[in-house]
């Protein structure tokens, strides 16, 4: 499975930016499609996923502020990201989950800053 992400960039606190990705190859029926972020000198941290039949799971620091959504037909994911703030800077890694395998987009930077 390969994951092709985009949607990054910078932006002002309380701004709003979308992410989103496309995973492609031997794509079974059932799987989880989410984003993941790492910020400099902190472990790599869920962002949101959501199975293919609809259920969803954020991390805390993002609920309200975050939604993701996904077309199962074209197989992507995205991730819209509102009232942004300077703690959620970091990158951020596309992250396909099928048969207990994870696969990764390279990650895409997400600036916060005035």
């Known amino acids: 499975v390969q994951l092709q992400a985009c949607g990054g960039g910078s932006v002002e606190p309380g701004g709003s930016l979308t992410l989103s990705c496309a995973a492609s190859?031997?794509?079974?029926?059932?799987?989880?499609m989410g984003w993941y972020r790492q910020a400099p000198g902190k472990q790599r941290e869920l962002v949101a996923l959501?199975?293919?039949?609809?259920?969803?799971n954020y991390a805390d620091s993002v609920k309200g502020r975050f939604t993701i959504s996904r077309d199962n037909a074209k197989n992507t994911v995205d991730l819209q990201m509102s009232s942004l703030k300077s703690e959620d800077t970091a990158v951020y890694y596309c992250?396909?989950?099928?048969?207990?395998?994870?696969?990764w987009g390279e990650g895409t930077q997400v600036t916060v800053s005035s």
């Open positions: 190859g031997s794509i079974f029926s059932i799987n989880v």
């Open positions: 992250n396909f989950r099928q048969l207990s395998m994870d696969y």
């Open positions: 959501m199975t293919k039949s609809g259920s969803t």
